[in-house]
């Protein structure tokens, strides 16, 4: 069942180069280099975007607003659902939603999806699990084909909800006309590159993991920083620490450090940095200066060749653009699972936690 490996978190890890092949399967259109959502062909690019989620399909939603914003032109709110869900939220007409699960079965996101109805407006289910709850009630369904996930830490469900993401963004962005060729034409092609790069690295990244749980297990709290749409990874890396080893773990937008956070920082409480190499690099550099002023301790994901001095480098192979992501966010669920598993927690079955949240 585990495919030989010691909990079904690390076997799902592992198969994420796979999850992004068969999300990405009858999804382009190979001769034409183009993608195609038969799902929602019936439907205009909207004007405005509500997504609504939970969790690590949150941070999915986050992760998305930057790509359907800057390729597709289309403004995104991204919403916890169950804030949405009690609030009286602006639904205009041209308006579309698109609720994030994985299970399809989390209770408030599905009271957000009662709720765009009664209002009138389509909605997009993107979710995993086929006939579930959240694919009945939407108008339309897309389903992430990510296969089941066991464990109760989400790990390649987000891999497959962000590349259904960067799809949809360059759907739109095609659709609307508004999206450079040549961006278009790279994001297509290198994308079906991801699963083998991936694929090559993963083992490394597993040892580099478990060399890095070993020195830092003993942490009582984590900062996770990162700016752009590392923002989103930095919260989702420090959901995975807390909710599998409960070392107590806080995502931060880099830039918000000075605003109160960098006050915590000392020689015990350490920094994970996405220090990836793109163009928001030289902010997040100085704010990792300003970390290692006060005495704290960094450990950078990065790219080879770009200029950083920490305590602790991981390297990880730069591809191109938003791409990177498909490679960092492995790296930050590997060293969850490493320290957890060192520590000999329930890395399957953590406490107080259940796979599916069917009450809210
Ligand atoms: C974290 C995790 C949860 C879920 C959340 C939403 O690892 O698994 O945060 O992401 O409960 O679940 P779905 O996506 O099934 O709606």
């Not at 109760?152 to 360059?170: I, W």
Request: hydrophobic share 40%; net charge negative.
């Amino acid at each position: 069942q585990k495919g030989g490996h010691k909990h079904f978190m690390i076997k799902e890890i592992f198969e994420q180069p796979k999850v992004i092949s068969d999300c990405l399967a009858g999804r382009i259109d190979l001769e034409k280099g183009e993608v195609v959502l038969s799902e929602i062909a019936d439907l205009e690019p909207p004007e405005r975007l509500h997504i609504i989620a939970c969790g690590t399909s949150y941070h999915a939603g986050l992760w998305g607003k930057y790509l359907i914003e800057k390729w597709a032109e289309i403004p995104v709110e991204v919403e916890i659902a169950s804030e949405f869900r009690y609030r009286d939220p602006l639904l205009s007409k041209g308006g579309v939603a698109l609720a994030i699960s994985q299970s399809g079965e989390t209770a408030d996101t599905l009271a957000g999806i009662k709720l765009v109805k009664q209002k009138g407006l389509p909605i997009i289910g993107l979710c995993n699990v086929v006939g579930s709850s959240v694919a009945r009630e939407s108008s339309h369904v897309v389903y992430t084909q990510a296969g089941p996930e066991i464990s109760v830490a989400s790990t390649k469900a987000m891999c497959s909800q962000l590349t259904a993401l960067l799809l949809l963004a360059l759907y739109w962005g095609k659709k609307k006309g508004v999206i450079d060729v040549a961006t278009y034409s790279r994001a297509v092609m290198d994308l079906r590159n991801i699963p083998s790069i991936l694929e090559a690295e993963l083992p490394a990244m597993r040892d580099k993991a478990q060399e890095l749980s070993r020195e830092f297990s003993e942490a009582y709290s984590f900062f996770f920083l990162g700016r752009g749409m590392y923002f989103p990874l930095a919260l989702e890396g420090a959901l995975k620490l807390k909710e599998i080893s409960y070392i107590h773990a806080e995502g931060y937008a880099s830039g918000e450090m000075k605003h109160g956070p960098i006050a915590l920082i000392d020689p015990k409480f350490p920094t994970f940095a996405m220090a990836l190499n793109d163009e928001l690099f030289s902010k997040v550099k100085s704010n990792l200066v300003e970390v290692q002023a006060r005495g704290g301790e960094i450990i950078a994901l990065t790219n080879p060749g770009v200029d950083l001095e920490v305590e602790h480098r991981w390297n990880l192979p730069e591809v191109w653009g938003p791409l990177n992501t498909f490679i960092a966010l492995p790296a930050l669920q590997l060293f969850a699972y490493e320290t957890a598993d060192y520590l000999g927690k329930d890395v399957d079955q953590p406490r107080n936690l259940a796979k599916s949240v069917t009450v809210e």
